[in-house]
């Protein structure tokens, strides 16, 4: 059920007239129900994976729990007749109780994600290496079938598990309304990836009616489906079809290509993070923004920040701290002061971790070498950069560039068209590939190649070609606007006659020039695949 079907649609009307009819303590079990709903229509057998998830992470957390408070009772109860080291004895007896409960689930969920996404990975490889040790037997694949936002759930799923490990809260005492966390339905498609703590606070409580809050939902409903149907899945054709013949698209359509991709990544995920948003905002329920302008970021570090945000923080809470000081790593950091220097010493356990939070992080998009290695190269880039710094603050002293508006405006496109250059990995889906179509973008591009024919025949007319540049000038428009304040806050500060006809022109725009497939459908959702 995509969110830009009409079926959705439907749902979403139905939805929101009985959760505002029922008595309000009934809502957080109607989007329970919903949710199921939603998740089962794309396949009862789907549906399995995310119970067993669900009741599993729901026993193992109590148990935690449970032992965290028979801790706490018992050490005061025998707080006075206890030594330290018997305290500290009691403590660790426990901790490993708690550990052993935290890795049977971790492997559990990690291990379903595992099979289901990556066993064909890794049968593809081992055919690899019997292929080139000459031998001819082969292991066949398996016909598996990847569960709706199985990587979105699991990683929600892990994280409060490991959030009730460490105490930060207590375990949810009612399987429902766990159930009805991991399974929200606004998150299943493409994230964000929600923390308990926080969602806790406006999944469970009674919403009344609220007219204001509501309208902004739906204003940010429809800022998400203009992106997704005017402009990502417009600018799809042609992106498919530079892909799909790179013999006949090379020199500069392989940047015209890389170009058009960034473009329909970030009004596709953003789109669809907007929905998500709009519609938890409908029904009362806060949960996190996943981007913030991202296209203007001075540098790779920063881009990461603003770019799919609740997915970096899971991987700097959960795999760059613990990696970084855990016993190994710094035995490791000991090794390396004592043989190459304190300054190797202190940087390898930050080196270490960033690359295996960016191999996973790469793994994470997808099975295949090609995520791997685009992982790999954006966490090997903010490396170099910070070694760097030293650099560019002694260039900075000589030239104090720093601050001007055409230094920043380098810096922005600057990161734009590197984080572009890396993504072609994602768009060819193969490393050898990729390379040779990035030499042989920078080595014969040339502007008299736009005037062969060849633009045109990417499936885009001039109107195609008019409405994507108007579209990203709106875009542009609307991401500046937004930098000193809500734009919706400020729409709804002008008088009623301007504030109408924006969002009905927005309404019509969608409705009138919106790109429609085969009985005027959407295509999928990029991020769907993860």
Same mark, same amino acid.
């Given at each position: ?7 959705f649609?439907?749902?979403l ?11 309000a ?8 129900l ?6 089962? &229509? ?7 994976f ?19 408070r ?7 109860e025998?707080k ?10 009691y ?18 969920n ?13 049968i ?51 399987l ?17 990836i ?7 606070? *406006?999944l469970? *409580? ?11 939902g ?6 998400? &489906?203009?992106k997704k ?11 498919t079809t ?24 970030y009004a596709?995920f953003t789109g ?5 948003v ?11 923004e ?7 970021s001075?540098?790779i570090?920063e881009y ?8 970096g923080?899971?991987f700097?809470?959960y795999? #760059? ?10 035995? #490791? ?18 080196? &270490? ?6 191999f ?27 070694e ?43 490393v050898p ?11 014969h591009s ?7 024919g ?24 609307v991401?500046?606007?937004?930098r000193?304040?809500?734009v919706r ?5 002008r008088?009623?006659?301007v504030?109408y ?11 009138i ?18």
């Amino acid at each position: 059920m995509l969110f830009t079907s009409y079926e959705f649609i439907a749902f979403l009307i139905l939805l929101f007239i009985l959760y505002y009819a029922i008595p309000a303590r009934h809502q957080w079990k109607l989007l329970l129900l919903a949710s199921y709903v939603f998740y089962f &229509v794309s396949g009862w057998k789907n549906g399995l994976f995310i119970l067993l998830t669900t009741v599993s992470t729901y026993f193992l957390a109590k148990g935690i729990d449970k032992l965290h408070r028979e801790q706490a009772a018992y050490l005061k109860e025998h707080k006075k007749e206890m030594s330290k080291e018997e305290r500290k004895g009691y403590k660790a007896k426990i901790k490993s109780r708690q550990w052993r409960l935290l890795l049977m689930g971790l492997f559990l969920n990690f291990g379903i994600l595992a099979v289901l996404k990556y066993t064909n990975f890794a049968i593809a490889n081992v055919n690899g290496l019997l292929s080139f040790w000459g031998t001819e037997k082969r292991l066949p694949f398996l016909n598996l079938l990847l569960p709706l936002g199985i990587s979105f759930y699991t990683f929600i799923t892990m994280g409060y598990l490991i959030d009730v490990y460490r105490g930060k809260y207590p375990a949810e005492t009612c399987l429902g309304r766990l159930a009805l966390f991991v399974s929200f339905f606004p998150q299943l498609i493409q994230g964000p990836i929600n923390r308990y703590d926080e969602m806790k606070e *406006t999944l469970y *409580t009674e919403h009344l009616f609220d007219a204001r809050e509501i309208a902004f939902g739906l204003e940010r409903v429809l800022w998400g &489906v203009f992106k997704k149907l005017v402009i990502a899945d417009r600018i799809l054709t042609g992106v498919t079809t530079i892909i799909k013949a790179p013999e006949v698209y090379d020199g500069i359509y392989v940047f015209v290509g890389m170009m058009f991709y960034a473009l329909q990544l970030y009004a596709d995920f953003t789109g669809g993070i907007d929905i998500t948003v709009g519609v938890a905002q409908v029904l009362g329920i806060q949960v996190r923004e996943n981007f913030i302008r991202p296209y203007f970021s001075k540098n790779i570090a920063e881009y990461w920040r603003r770019w799919h945000i609740s997915l970096g923080a899971w991987f700097t809470e959960y795999i #760059f701290y613990p990696v970084s000081v855990c016993q190994p790593m710094l035995n #490791f950091s000991r090794f390396c002061r004592k043989h190459f220097g304190d300054y190797v010493g202190k940087r390898m356990p930050v080196y &270490v971790a960033s690359l295996a939070v960016w191999f996973t992080t790469g793994i994470w998009h997808g099975a295949s070498w090609n995520f791997i290695v685009w992982g790999l190269l954006n966490g090997i880039i903010i490396i170099l950069s910070q070694e760097c710094e030293p650099l560019y603050a002694r260039f900075h002293s000589r030239f104090p560039v720093a601050g001007t508006w055409w230094y920043s405006l380098f810096q922005v496109v600057r990161t734009v068209l590197l984080m572009s250059s890396l993504r072609m990995l994602d768009c060819y889906r193969n490393v050898p590939l990729t390379f040779r179509m990035f030499g042989d973008m920078l080595l014969h591009s040339r502007l008299s190649q736009l005037f062969d024919g060849r633009l045109m025949s990417l499936g885009l007319t001039m109107s195609d070609y008019l409405v994507l540049g108007l579209g990203t000038v709106v875009l542009i428009g609307v991401s500046l606007t937004g930098r000193n304040g809500s734009v919706r806050e400020k729409l709804a500060a002008r008088p009623a006659p301007v504030r109408y006809a924006v969002i009905y022109s927005l309404f019509l725009c969608t409705l009138i020039i919106g790109a429609y497939g085969v009985g005027y459908d959407s295509s999928q959702f990029i991020y769907n695949q993860f």
